[in-house]
Every structure is written in C-alpha cells, then in structure tokens.
C-alpha cells in the first residue's frame, strides 16, 4: 500500500516538473523570439508566430507530463483523432482560412497600408490576421475577405515597387504641330516634382482618329504619390495647352455631297 503511494507521488512528482519544466521551456523561448524577432518582423506577422510557438512547447509538455501518470496515449490520440475529424469537417472553412492567415503572414504578398487589387476589390489594407483580410475601398468602405480566397487568388500589389508608370492620352488637333506637341507635353512632366529622371518621360503619337491625333505621354513616379501625380499633370495639361495654343478638337466629321440633284419648285 505504501509502496502503491509513494509509486504514485513519484509519477505526479515528475509529470508536475515535466509540466513546470515545459511551461518554462516556452516562456525562455517566447522570450528569446521576443529579443531577436519582434523588433524585426511586423507586429502581424511576429504575434501569431510567438503565440503559435509558445502553444505548441505548453502541449506538448502536456502529453509529456501525461504518461508517468499511465494514461494511455494510444487511446487519447485515437479518441483525438476522431474528435479532430468531426470537427475538421465542422469547422473545414474555418481552418482553410487559418492555413491561409499563417502562408500569408510568411510570405508577406500583401501588408497593411498597401494599395492592392484582388478577388475584385480595390484599396488599401487595413488589417491582416489569421482568418481575414480586410481592404479598406476607395470610397471607405470596409470589405473582409476570407484568407482562403485571398491566397489563391491574383493579387495586384501597387505598393511593391520602386516606381509605377503614369500615362496619360490626350486627342489633339490634326492642325497641331506634332514637334511642338511632343515639346509642350514632355516640358510638362519634366517640371513636375515627382516625375522621376530615369526612366526618363516619354511622349510619341499613339494613331491617327477620326477626329484628333492621339499622343500618349509617359512618366514613372513613386508608387505613393501616383495618384497624385497623374492628376496633377492631366490638371495642368489643359492649361499649359491653352497657353501654347495648341487644340483640343471636338469630336467631328466631314461629309462630302458627290452629286445634288437639281431643285424643282412648282406654281400653283
């Protein structure tokens, strides 16, 4: 009877600091990931990996700590797997987003305050976690997209990149002269601030229509005053137009008569 006791105090004893000695195991590793990995990847990314971490170090201590007591682990794990099922069916979206969350989380394809397009959608990214995104819209309104739809779908990433082309076409008169076009539309962006050098802008003709001649113009401008960019220069445009005295036809069309019958009028 005595020996059955102390057989069962030592068991508890050391489940009790298999646990303890895991449960420290994961607060020196949490701390550990905090000294070299907060400070260098985003609050968004670091919080769900630490958590992720710390969780995984705790349960496995666990079922460490589980068999000097004789619970059967075959059974557990059997009993855990049919439990596992019945709610991986339940819960499969679920989960699919989670798997998602953490792929995106690593990869980064996308970060809060990034302008992007996917799944249709258009904005700026206001928040990624593990089972949603969401993307604020240019006329501010919150959309949440699952992490699933987001991971397998295109994602247009407008912020990724050094430099983004603004283009601009603009019909003028077939009047014009094409050399003073091209020298009025390129003087235009190289005076703006944000128009960058190299790749230096460009203008040319695009076609010939039926009403005007089409030149296109070209520069390259960070990312994050694009915007402001293109229309800054399509507001100047007209004016400094105006000022070189160069038409912006209307749409129009010639027609030519090839033969008028002669006219007939009648007395009564």
């Given amino acids: 009877m005595i020996r059955n006791m102390k057989a069962k105090l030592?068991?508890?004893?050391?489940?009790?600091?298999?646990?303890?000695?895991?449960?420290?195991?994961?607060?020196?590793?949490?701390?550990?990931?905090?000294?070299?990995?907060?400070?260098?990847?985003?609050?968004?990314?670091?919080?769900?990996?630490?958590?992720?971490t710390f969780y995984t170090i705790v349960f496995t201590g666990i079922v460490a700590a589980l068999v000097p007591l004789g619970v059967n682990l075959s059974g557990l794990i059997v009993a855990g797997g049919i439990a596992g099922i019945v709610i991986g069916f339940a819960s499969q979206q679920a989960v699919s987003n989670l798997i998602s969350g953490l792929f995106l989380l690593i990869e980064q394809p996308l970060r809060i305050g990034d302008p992007v397009a996917l799944e249709g959608v258009e904005g700026i990214v206001s928040d990624i976690n593990v089972f949603s995104t969401k993307v604020r819209t240019w006329d501010g309104t919150i959309v949440r997209i699952p992490n699933s739809t987001v991971f397998s779908t295109v994602i247009t990433n407008f912020y990724r990149t050094r430099a983004r082309r603004v283009e601009i076409r603009i019909g003028l008169s077939y009047g014009t002269d094409i050399e003073k076009a091209i020298s009025v539309l390129r003087r235009i962006m190289d005076e703006h601030p944000f128009c960058l050098v190299n790749?230096?802008?460009?203008?040319?003709?695009?076609?010939?229509?039926?009403?005007?001649?089409?030149?296109?113009?070209?520069?390259?401008?960070?990312?994050?005053?694009?915007?402001?960019?293109?229309?800054?220069?399509?507001?100047?445009?007209?004016?400094?137009?105006?000022?070189?005295?160069?038409?912006?036809?209307?749409?129009?069309?010639?027609l030519h008569v090839k033969d008028v019958p002669p006219l007939r009028f009648s007395r009564k």
Avoid: H
């Avoid at 694009?226 to 070189?244: G, S």
């Fill in 199 to 254: 790749p230096a802008p460009e203008v040319f003709v695009q076609e010939y229509g039926d009403s005007s001649i089409v030149f296109t113009m070209r520069c390259w401008a960070p990312p994050q005053v694009w915007f402001r960019t293109k229309i800054e220069l399509q507001t100047v445009l007209k004016q400094e137009l105006d000022k070189a005295g160069i038409e912006i036809p209307f749409p129009q069309l010639d």
């Fill in 10 to 52: 030592t068991s508890i004893a050391i489940a009790a600091v298999i646990l303890v000695a895991s449960i420290l195991f994961a607060l020196l590793v949490r701390r550990l990931m905090r000294r070299s990995l907060r400070g260098k990847l985003p609050e968004y990314v670091y919080k769900p990996l630490e958590n992720i």
